[in-house]
């Protein structure tokens, strides 16, 4: 899979549920900044270069971790955030 299809796809999400969370909960938690965060370093525009791969590769299952998180709260407090 191309590593720019995957920024598109993780930026879209992010920016969805962002968007998602403001729009339906009223709110700017931190779950709000989070996503606005990953936005921002997984955007396909401008670019951010860290130095080392493996950082990336961390990130990446940090973030991945968070989606799974978010997802499972998400569904469990359709009402409440």
Do not use: H
């Not at 899979?1 to 009223?26: L, N, P, Q, R």
């Not at 921002?40 to 270069?49: A, D, H, K, S, V």
């Amino acid at each position: 899979m191309d590593y720019t299809f995957m920024k598109f796809v993780v930026t879209g999400s992010s920016i969805y549920y962002a968007y998602y969370i403001y729009e339906v909960f009223k709110k700017q938690n931190l779950l709000f900044w989070c996503l606005v965060s990953i936005a921002i370093l997984f955007n396909p525009i401008i670019l951010i270069y860290l130095r080392y791969k493996t950082l990336w590769g961390f990130i990446d299952i940090i973030v991945i971790l968070f989606f799974i998180i978010m997802m499972f709260k998400l569904i469990k407090n359709r009402n409440k955030l």
